[in-house]
Each structure stands twice: as C-alpha cells, then as structure tokens.
C-alpha cells in the first residue's frame, strides 16, 4: 500500500483524553478514532492489527479442534429470562424493546444463544465433544469506559463454546484450549502469563486468566519466584506459617484514650505499635446490609474473596459511607472494635496469629490494647479475605511470591452445567440416559490484544509492533519523492517485497524527511528501509529495525532479499 492512497491520520499531540499509552498511540498513529464514549471507529492500520490477531486467535482454535460459527449479535431477553441472568446481569447489559415490544438485548457474551443453539440441534453422545467459537462485536455498557480499545463499551471478541459428555472429557477440551491460548499468545509475540482466576460463585470447576504482563496493568497478577504458581489477587493464596510452639502470655485489656486518631496510622503512631499489631474493623455492604470484617492494620480487603464468603454478587458489596457505619454500629468510624458489636462480623485468618492487639473500644476516641480472640470476642467466620503481599509465601512450595501488573487478554472457564441445566440442554448418553452438557467457555480481547501488545511494546517514538501482529512489516520511506532515480528504487523495493508476500508501506509522500521518519517510529513498524541521498550518491540502502535500532547498509538488489530473510526466518 502506498501511505498517500492511506486513512493514516497521525496526530503531532498527545490526545488529552487519552490517559494510557496504548490509548494514546493508538489515536496519535491514526489507528482508531472515539465516535462517542467507548466506541471506538477502527482505522485501516487499526483494523490490519486486529485482523492479524484474529488470525492467529483462529488459526489455534480450528487447530484445536474447534469449528468457526457466527452468532447474532441481538438476543432475545426470552433467553436471558430462562438462564436467570435477565435479573442477575445488570446495567452492563444493554437492553431495549422492538416494534413488537419483544425485550432483547446486544450480546455482551454468548453462553445463552449457543446453549440454546446446541440444544435444538445435538441429541447424543455420538455428536460430542463440540467445540465452536466466533469472532464478533460485543457490547458491554461498562460503567466506565476508559483507556481506548482497552475497556471500550462497543469491542471485538473471540468467544468459544464447548459440549462434552464426561467430566474426563470435558476437562480435556479444556486443557486443549489452555493449550491453544498458550499458542496464541506466544504466536502474538507477547510475554504473558496463565494464572488462576476466581470461579465466583458457580463454583466446582475452574478457570484460567491470560494476562499480558506489561507495568500499566489494572490487574495485579500473583507470581512464585520459584514454582510455575502463579494467580490474579481474587484467587491468590498463601501459605500459612507455622503455628508458634508457644502462645504469647495475654496482656489485660486496657482501654486507652486515643483523641481524634482514627486512621490505623495515627492510632499506632500514637500508641507506639506497628500496624500488625492492630486489627482494623471496616464495615461493609452486603446485599445493603451491614457487615463487619476484621483485618490486620496493614492487610487490605480482597473484595472477591469477601463476596464468597459471605455468598453475595461482588458487584453487591461495598464498603459503608460514614454514616451507614454510625447507623449500623452506633458508634463513628475510625473507633470500632469487635467487643460488643451487634452485627455479623467476618474476620481474615490473620488474626488467629495475633495476640495482644489493639482495636476500638466502640466508643469515640477510644481504643482497646491488649486484646485477644477468644478471651474478649468470638468471631463465628474466619476465613482468607485480604490481598496476598510479597511478605506471603506461595501456597504450593513455599517459595517468595512476587507481584506484578498485568491485562487479562483471555479467560477460560470451565462451567460445568450450570447453563445446560437452567435452559435444559441434554442429550441421551451411551446409556440412553438424558444428561446436561458440560460445558466450557473461552473468550479472548482481541481489541484489547491489541492494545495490551502496545502497552508492552513502545518507547518514547511511539509503538514497537511485534512482527506477527503489525499492520505492515515493511516501510519503505522514499525520501526524495521529486527524485525519479531515486523513486525508481523506492518502487522497485516495493513491487519486490510485494512479490514475495511481504506486508510493505511506501511512503511516498510529498513530506519532510523528518515528518517520515517520525510517523515510521510513531506507528512502529519493525522495518523501516531508507531510500534518499545514500542511494544516489553510493548506491546504498538502509535497513532499519524498529525494535532496537540497529542499521544495516545494503545495496538495492541485497535489500529485498534479505528483508525476506528476516522475516521469513523471524515468523517460522
Ligand atoms: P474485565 O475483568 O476486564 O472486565 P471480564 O472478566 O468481564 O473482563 P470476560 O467476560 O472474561 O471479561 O471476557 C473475555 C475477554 O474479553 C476478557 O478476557 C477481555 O480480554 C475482553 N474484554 C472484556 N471486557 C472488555 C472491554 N470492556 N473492552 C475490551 N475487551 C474486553
Ligand atoms: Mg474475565
């Protein structure tokens, strides 16, 4: 392609709406452009990444035995009725009624149309395992759409399906997808990681997160230093120490004046201890109604964990305002306590290793020291509800844990037959027996791929594509467009690299050196060839790698060659 016959909107400035690199690179290199909050319009550069990403995604699938369908985007709210998840889903799921005055919805996923599909059309054993997926739009009315193609509304997904007959075999088309994510992302040319994922509240089975590992995440992903454990914070665990050959002698509890110092910092700045000698009590909303949970002063909240413990939605939990705390417990925040409190109270594992503690005395100003479980309050719930730090261990060697950000690009999911039962979806078995599915469900970002690879790769000049994934792998910078000679060469490359199934970029421009040069490192294609003055005066081409800028002078009739090379040898 030549970059004048191009869409290519490049912008000098940074957006001021975009906050994350990806989001910014992509708007500066004329990839995408917003149309209205979260939705975005994809450029052809845009779109050549996305698609060379949706090859991959497809290429792996069908390798792995699964078969491309499309589904419609609009559903019947019939369907999302039967499944139960009309009510359970939420503002996400973006609704409307038709002329007919037939609820229906856009597709935020795509469990209830393929379940439905499936049980129309497959009846035994003998038709199974079924493994299908597409690539297709999905709208989701996030509450906040942000950082471009990373949390849009409006989003391309690949979103696969599976139908088994057996536990044994079902497990196994997981392990095949699994498989397939490995491949897919190693194919991308990103550096990620596969960590367990909470399974929520359908429970049994289990599920797997792959996330892009790249400093800018929103997700903070648990990794052993020593074992291949690795997990996103709502499923990580630690290991438990070993209990102390000896328990501490108890201290008498001592209520303490403690003015205005309600924040753990002040109260153990004021009373002389370090955070892990204080437990902190937050009040939570569950369902909007009030709980306590307890928690070692310098632990936080895991909110998942929380949620499964108390067998609520996590989207239904929330940490109490001021005055939902004095409504609840009496008494202002910042001066609770476990002693005397009248609501369900909840309390981390932590605390069965601490003895003589601080905590609040339920009364303004006031603070208990010396206090212990068992002697002063019972606590019904004791239970892993915080944030593993790096002062944990890995639960399943022991070893350091290390924590590091990461973008979930794909989820799979094993789901057992909580759909296949709720929309009763069966087949006959060997036996003649009427079963459920077993089903699985496996979803990739393929926008946020591509904004996850952007992320990872880029320096200050702008993106650096990993080859597999570019919109062009070549660019072809004509530096003198007046200049027939030189010009000439330019083409010649060109209609070469094109011949030989090489993604090329001309630029041919009437522009500024400089201006292409910048726009070449802004879009970030790995290869760049230089035709100008060089190629006039001796004869000689430059080849330039994006990624670690190193040069190498050929003459025209090397260039071609070689850049083919390279290519070939680096996507083999
Ligand atoms: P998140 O936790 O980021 O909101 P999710 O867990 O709700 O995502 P899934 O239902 O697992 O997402 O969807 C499968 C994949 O689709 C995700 O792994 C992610 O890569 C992608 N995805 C989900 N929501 C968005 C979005 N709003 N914009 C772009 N990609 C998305
Ligand atoms: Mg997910």
Same mark, same amino acid.
């Given at each position: 392609?030549?970059?004048?016959?191009?869409?290519?909107?490049?912008?000098?400035?940074?957006?001021?709406?975009?906050?994350?690199?990806?989001?910014?690179?992509?708007?500066?290199?004329?990839?995408?452009?917003?149309?209205?909050?979260?939705?975005?319009?994809?450029?052809?550069?845009?779109?050549?990444?996305?698609?060379?990403?949706?090859?991959?995604?497809?290429?792996?699938?069908?390798?792995?035995?699964?078969?491309?369908?499309?589904?419609?985007?609009?559903?019947?709210?019939?369907?999302?009725?039967?499944?139960?998840?009309?009510?359970?889903?939420?503002?996400?799921?973006?609704?409307?009624?038709?002329?007919?005055?037939?609820?229906?919805?856009?597709?935020?996923?795509?469990?209830?149309?393929?379940?439905?599909?499936?049980?129309?059309?497959?009846?035994?054993?003998?038709?199974?395992? $079924?493994?299908?997926?597409?690539?297709?739009?999905?709208?989701?009315?996030?509450?906040?759409?942000?950082?471009?193609?990373?949390?849009?509304?409006?989003?391309?997904?690949?979103?696969?399906?599976?139908?088994?007959?057996?536990?044994?075999?079902?497990?196994?088309?997981?392990?095949?997808?699994?498989?397939?994510?490995?491949?897919?992302?190693?194919?991308?040319?990103?550096?990620?990681?596969?960590?367990?994922?909470?399974?929520g509240t359908i429970g049994g089975s289990?599920?797997?997160?792959?996330?892009?590992?790249?400093?800018?995440?929103?997700?903070?992903?648990?990794?052993?230093?020593?074992?291949?454990?690795?997990?996103?914070?709502?499923?990580?665990?630690?290991?438990?120490?070993?209990?102390?050959?000896?328990?501490?002698?108890?201290?008498?509890?001592?209520?303490?004046?403690?003015?205005?110092?309600?924040?753990?910092?002040?109260?153990?700045?004021?009373?002389?201890?370090?955070?892990?000698e204080l437990i902190k009590t937050m009040?939570? #909303?569950?369902?909007?109604?009030?709980?306590?949970?307890?928690?070692?002063?310098?632990?936080?909240?895991?909110?998942?964990?929380?949620?499964?413990?108390?067998?609520?939605?996590?989207?239904?939990?929330?940490?109490?305002?001021?005055?939902?705390?004095?409504?609840?417990?009496?008494?202002?925040?910042?001066?609770?306590?476990?002693?005397?409190?009248?609501?369900?109270?909840?309390?981390?594992?932590?605390?069965?290793? #601490?003895?003589?503690?601080?905590?609040?005395?339920?009364?303004?100003?006031?603070?208990?020291?010396?206090?212990?479980?068992?002697?002063?309050?019972?606590?019904?719930?004791?239970?892993?509800?915080?944030?593993?730090?790096?002062?944990?261990?890995?639960?399943?060697?022991?070893?350091?844990?290390?924590?590091?950000?990461?973008?979930?690009?794909?989820?799979?999911?094993?789901?057992?037959?909580?759909?296949?039962?709720?929309?009763?979806?069966?087949?006959?078995?060997?036996?003649?027996?009427?079963?459920?599915?077993? #089903?699985?469900?496996?979803?990739?970002?393929?926008?946020?791929?591509?904004?996850?690879?952007?992320?990872?790769?880029?320096?200050?000049?702008?993106?650096?594509?990993?080859?597999?994934?570019?919109?062009?792998?070549?660019?072809?910078?004509? $530096?003198?467009?007046?200049?027939?000679?030189?010009?000439?060469?330019?083409?010649?490359?060109?209609?070469?690299?094109?011949?030989?199934?090489?993604?090329?970029?001309l630029d041919d421009r009437d522009e500024?050196?400089?201006?292409?040069?910048?726009?070449?490192?802004?879009?970030?294609?790995?290869?760049?060839?230089?035709?100008?003055?060089?190629?006039?005066?001796?004869?000689?081409?430059?080849?330039?790698?994006?990624?670690?800028?190193?040069?190498?002078?050929?003459?025209?009739?090397?260039?071609?060659?070689?850049?083919?090379?390279?290519?070939?040898?680096?996507?083999?």
């Open positions: 392609m030549r970059f004048s016959q191009l869409l290519i909107p490049t912008l000098k400035e940074t957006p001021s709406e975009a906050e994350v690199i990806s989001h910014q690179l992509l708007l500066r290199a004329g990839f995408i452009r917003k149309l209205s909050s979260g939705i975005y319009s994809y450029l052809p550069l845009g779109l050549a990444a996305i698609r060379k990403v949706e090859q991959i995604v497809r290429q792996e699938m069908v390798r792995a035995g699964a078969q491309e369908l499309l589904l419609p985007m609009v559903q019947p709210g019939d369907l999302w009725q039967e499944s139960g998840r009309w009510e359970k889903y939420g503002p996400e799921l973006l609704r409307f009624t038709d002329r007919h005055g037939r609820e229906s919805c856009l597709g935020p996923t795509h469990e209830e149309v393929i379940t439905d599909l499936v049980r129309m059309n497959v009846h035994s054993y003998r038709d199974l395992p $079924l493994n299908l997926f597409q690539i297709q739009t999905k709208f989701r009315d996030e509450i906040r759409p942000r950082f471009g193609l990373m949390r849009g509304r409006e989003f391309i997904m690949k979103d696969g399906y599976s139908f088994d007959a057996t536990e044994e075999s079902a497990d196994k088309t997981y392990m095949a997808m699994h498989q397939a994510y490995h491949r897919i992302f190693t194919r991308c040319g990103l550096a990620f990681r596969a960590v367990e994922a909470d399974t289990f599920s797997h997160e792959f996330m892009v590992l790249a400093d800018t995440g929103e997700d903070t992903i648990v990794i052993c230093k020593n074992c291949e454990y690795a997990a996103n914070m709502e499923k990580a665990g630690y290991r438990e120490p070993a209990k102390p050959d000896t328990v501490p002698a108890l201290k008498e509890l001592t209520k303490v004046e403690t003015p205005g110092k309600r924040k753990v910092e002040a109260v153990t700045e004021f009373l002389g201890i370090s955070a892990k009040i939570f #909303m569950a369902d909007e109604k009030p709980v306590a949970v307890l928690l070692r002063g310098d632990h936080e909240v895991q909110s998942v964990k929380l949620a499964n413990a108390l067998g609520v939605n996590d989207d239904n939990l929330r940490l109490a305002d001021d005055k939902e705390v004095f409504d609840a417990t009496g008494v202002p925040s910042g001066y609770l306590g476990p002693i005397g409190l009248k609501i369900p109270v909840l309390a981390d594992l932590e605390i069965t290793r #601490m003895y003589n503690f601080a905590i609040g005395a339920n009364e303004k100003n006031h603070h208990f020291t010396n206090a212990n479980l068992g002697r002063d309050f019972e606590v019904k719930t004791i239970t892993d509800l915080r944030m593993v730090t790096e002062e944990d261990n890995c639960p399943k060697c022991g070893g350091a844990l290390s924590l590091t950000k990461g973008i979930e690009v794909g989820h799979i999911f094993k789901l057992g037959t909580s759909y296949s039962k709720a929309l009763k979806a069966t087949f006959l078995d060997n036996q003649g027996e009427e079963r459920p599915f077993i #089903m699985g469900c496996y979803g990739i970002g393929v926008s946020r791929t591509v904004a996850a690879a952007i992320e990872q790769n880029h320096d200050k000049d702008g993106i650096i594509f990993p080859l597999p994934i570019t919109p062009f792998q070549v660019i072809i910078l004509n $530096l003198s467009p007046k200049d027939e000679e030189i010009s000439a060469a330019a083409s010649k490359l060109y209609d070469y690299l094109r011949s030989e199934g090489i993604e090329v970029l500024r050196p400089g201006s292409k040069f910048k726009d070449a490192d802004l879009i970030g294609i790995p290869y760049r060839v230089m035709v100008g003055k060089s190629f006039s005066n001796e004869g000689m081409l430059e080849i330039r790698t994006r990624a670690d800028g190193k040069t190498t002078t050929l003459t025209l009739d090397e260039t071609g060659p070689e850049l083919v090379k390279i290519i070939k040898e680096a996507l083999a």
